[in-house]
C-alpha cells in the first residue's frame, strides 16, 4: 500500500537527533513557553518578514486570538473562501463575528478577489485569506482592496509557511499572518503548534495576553480568555526542522514535478497551477479530476491511498448554515468540492511510486 501519508519516523539518525532534543526538553525542566519559545519566534517573525511573532498552542487557535486581537464583535464580518479547512470558518464564528464565504476562481482552489469589493459592506472588518495547498496568487491586488476599503486582511498560512510570491513570502501581505504546524504539514512538529505574527506591537502585546488567558503577569485578568500557550519541546523540534525546511520544500516540489509530468498530457486532470516569480511548497498535491470517485475507486484497488481535501464548502457545515452562505453562492466551490482528489506527496514517496501511480491514473482514463 502506498500511504497518503506517513509520518512515521524509522531513521536512526533521526531518531537519535529526536532523543537527544527529548533529553536536552526533560533536563532544561521548562516544558511551557521559555527561552526556546521565544527564539523560535524571533526565527519565525525574521523569516516570514514580520517584526513579530508569538507562539500559540495550533494553527485554529492562532486565527482565533488574531481575530481577537482585532477586537472583533457580534455583528462584525469577515470574508472567507467558501472552502478550506473548517477552522478558517469556525475561528471566526468562536470569536464572535460571521464568516461569509467568497466563491473561488474558475478550477482553482484560490478566492476569486474579483468578487471581493461587491462582498466588503459596513460591517465587514477583515479578509482571511487561505493560500490553500501551498500556493499565493493575486496577493498584492487583494491587499490593496482591503487598505482601500480599510479592513484587516489576515493571511492564513496554515498550509503555506515557506511558501513565496514575488519573491514575497506567505505572511508578509497582510497585517496579521497565522500558521499551523501540525504534524500533517511541510514545516512540522509531533504535536499541534502554531505561530501568529505581526508588525504592530499593540496587536502583538495583546496577544502575548491572550495566550497566557488573558493576563498580565500571568496573574492579572485583561480579556477574559482560556489558555493558548505553546509547548516547549515543540518549539526545540521545529527550530531543529527549520535548518533543512528549505531542502525539504526542494524536495517536494520536485516530486510534484513528476506528477506534472507524467500526467501533463491527460486531458481529464487539472493539475495543480503554478504562477511566475511564486514557490508551491505542495503542502498537498492536488488535481481536478473527471469521474472521481471512480478513480479514488480503481486507485484504492490497487492499494493507492488518496485524499478528498477537504469534502465540504461553508455552506455545507451544519454549524455553519446562514443566509450568507447558500450552496448556490458558489459554483466554482462546488465544482472543486465534487472534482478534487489529493494524490500521496510526502517525504518517503519515491519517484518510482509516483510513475507508477501517474501510469495508473493515466491507464484508468485510458479505458475509461
Not at 57 to 72: D, P, Q, R, V
Not at 197 to 204: C, E, H, R, V
Not at 320 to 340: D, H, M, Q, R
Not at 350 to 364: E, H
Request: charged residues 25%; positive net charge; hydrophobic residues 40%.
Amino acid at each position: 500500500m502506498i500511504k497518503f501519508q506517513d509520518l512515521s519516523i524509522k531513521n536512526k539518525k533521526e531518531i537519535n537527533k529526536y532523543t537527544f532534543i527529548f533529553q536536552k526538553f526533560l533536563n532544561s525542566g521548562q516544558f511551557i513557553l521559555g527561552k526556546e519559545v521565544e527564539t523560535l519566534e524571533k526565527l519565525i517573525a525574521k523569516r516570514v518578514n514580520k517584526k513579530y511573532s508569538v507562539g500559540v498552542s495550533s494553527g485554529t487557535n492562532a486565527l482565533y486570538l488574531a481575530l481577537k486581537s482585532i477586537n472583533l464583535k457580534k455583528g462584525d464580518q469577515v470574508l472567507v473562501p467558501c472552502l478550506s479547512w473548517l477552522s478558517t470558518f469556525t475561528s471566526v464564528k468562536v470569536a464572535g463575528g460571521e464568516p461569509i464565504g467568497i466563491d473561488l476562481e474558475k478550477n482553482n482552489y484560490l478566492l476569486d478577489y474579483r468578487l471581493l469589493e461587491k462582498k466588503i459592506t459596513h460591517k465587514t472588518k477583515a479578509l482571511i485569506a487561505v493560500h490553500y495547498t501551498g500556493l499565493l496568487e493575486n496577493m498584492d491586488i487583494i491587499r490593496k482592496i482591503c487598505k482601500k476599503k480599510k479592513i484587516f486582511l489576515i493571511e492564513d498560512c496554515a498550509q503555506s509557511f515557506g511558501a513565496k510570491l514575488k519573491n514575497r513570502c506567505a505572511g508578509s501581505y497582510g497585517q496579521i499572518a497565522c500558521f499551523s504546524m501540525n504534524p500533517m504539514k511541510v514545516f512540522s512538529s509531533i504535536g499541534d503548534a502554531g505561530f501568529v505574527a505581526m508588525d504592530d506591537f499593540k496587536i502583538y502585546n495583546k496577544l502575548l495576553s491572550l495566550r497566557y488567558a488573558g493576563t498580565v503577569n500571568k496573574e492579572h485578568c485583561v480579556y477574559p480568555e482560556l489558555n493558548h500557550k505553546i509547548d516547549t519541546l515543540d518549539a526545540l523540534i521545529l527550530t531543529y526542522k527549520l535548518k533543512t525546511l528549505k531542502r525539504k520544500i526542494n524536495q517536494r516540489i520536485l516530486k510534484a514535478n513528476l506528477y506534472k509530468k507524467y500526467l501533463f498530457n491527460n486531458n481529464n486532470l487539472f493539475l495543480p497551477k503554478i504562477f511566475k516569480n511564486s514557490q508551491h511548497i505542495y503542502y498537498s498535491f492536488q488535481i481536478l479530476a473527471k469521474k472521481r470517485d471512480r478513480l479514488m475507486k480503481f486507485l484504492r484497488k490497487n492499494n493507492i491511498e488518496t485524499k478528498i481535501q477537504h469534502k465540504y464548502l461553508i455552506s455545507d457545515h451544519k454549524g455553519l448554515k446562514s443566509k450568507f452562505n447558500k450552496k448556490f453562492f458558489f459554483p466554482n466551490g462546488e465544482f472543486v468540492k465534487n472534482n478534487t482528489l489529493s494524490l500521496p506527496i510526502h517525504d518517503k514517496i519515491t519517484n518510482k511510486q509516483i510513475m507508477n501511480i501517474s501510469s495508473l491514473i493515466n491507464k484508468f482514463y485510458a479505458k475509461n
